[in-house]
């Protein structure tokens, strides 16, 4: 399995601001994964990190939106930017390992609340 | 692109009764199907997984069934304990790696003591 800390565990915020939110996994990963988790709802992947490259984003997400840093094998940051109520969400940050390199696991997730 | 549809949404059963939960998948291409619990607070923690080599996977009260024919794969829980209250999420991944891995809307379980 793999262990993953997300950081901050929950915040806040008010409209307008940013977050950076940071994910910490116990070794080293070639593929980080940003997941949206709307309230009651299911995942939806926001962007793929690959160190050393662009994130590559998915439909309807934007890097202006969504910036996301990847400085090394084991760490990533995703930025919720200029955050309106509708960015209320749990962010989650997922890698994947296993032998056939397919098996995902998440972090704890991160609570973001935009009043 | 893959769809997956998940049934049911919600599902309350007794302590000590099975619970099943139902997903289609419509890409022919996936050959991979994990199922992950999420606990309330918590991020998805992987339960159970299978391949499309394989048509059933058991661990413990936990078990996995896929009908590639069909596209459709279930998880099984016997013996269901208040604690296996949480929600439920299906995947299918079109290939062997966890880009693009779809998931189902989720299905609540609540075991009731």
């Known amino acids: 399995s793999a262990v993953i800390s997300q950081k901050p565990s929950r915040d806040i915020c008010q409209r307008g601001t940013s977050l950076t939110i940071q994910c910490q996994v116990d070794?080293?990963?070639?593929?980080m994964f940003w997941y949206r988790q709307q309230p009651g709802q299911s995942l939806t992947l926001i962007a793929t990190?690959?160190?050393?490259?662009?994130?590559?984003?998915e439909s309807g997400f934007v890097i202006d939106k969504f910036p996301i840093s990847r400085p090394n094998l084991t760490f990533s940051t995703l930025t919720v930017s200029n955050m309106s109520p509708e960015d209320s969400s749990i962010y989650l940050c997922?890698?994947?390992?296993?032998?056939?390199?397919?098996?995902?696991?998440f972090g704890p997730g991160t609570r973001l609340t935009v009043l | 692109g893959e769809n997956v549809e998940q049934h049911p949404s919600t599902l309350s059963v007794q302590e000590g009764d099975s619970a099943v939960i139902k997903c289609t998948y419509s890409?022919?291409?996936?050959?991979?199907f994990p199922w992950y619990k999420q606990e309330l607070g918590k991020g998805p923690q992987l339960i159970i997984d299978i391949r499309s080599n394989v048509g059933e996977k058991k661990d413990q009260r936990i078990a996995v069934t896929l009908n590639k024919t069909a596209k459709h794969f279930s998880l099984h829980i016997t013996e269901t304990q208040p604690e296996d209250s949480a929600v439920y999420f299906c995947?299918?991944?079109?290939?062997?790696?966890?880009?693009?891995?779809?998931f189902g809307a989720g299905t609540r379980l609540f075991v009731k003591a």
């Open positions: 995947a299918a991944s079109p290939k062997g790696g966890g880009f693009k891995t779809i």
């Open positions: 997922s890698v994947e390992r296993g032998g056939a390199k397919d098996t995902q696991y």
């Open positions: 990190a690959n160190q050393g490259s662009e994130a590559t984003y």
């Open positions: 890409d022919s291409a996936s050959n991979y």
């Open positions: 070794s080293q990963v070639t593929m």
